[in-house]
């Protein structure tokens, strides 16, 4: 038995364990910053335009809503209430 290659190996799997463990680290990190971190409607993840439309095509949704403004009046009449005020014992 060759005791300095025994040792050697060990020493090969203890820096792969220790990248391994830095990556898997890394990666909690991002994952974190991703659900706590702050978060923004703005944040387009996937900018380079690799992801597919469910529609088949790009749409511009600002030209298809429409907004309509409405005034709306109506009278009210408020019903009164009429209380006893202190009740005795």
Do not use: C, P, W
């Amino acid at each position: 038995m060759n005791y300095e290659a025994i040792i050697a190996q060990k020493d090969k799997e203890i820096q792969q364990q220790a990248a391994k463990i830095e990556e898997l680290a890394h990666q909690i990190t991002l994952l974190q910053k991703l659900i706590y971190g702050r978060k923004s409607e703005r944040f387009i993840a996937n900018a380079d335009g690799a992801q597919l439309s469910i529609f088949g095509e790009q749409e511009n949704t600002q030209e298809m809503v429409e907004t309509q403004k409405e005034t709306i009046t109506y009278d009210r009449t408020k019903r009164r209430v009429t209380t006893r005020g202190r009740l005795s014992f």
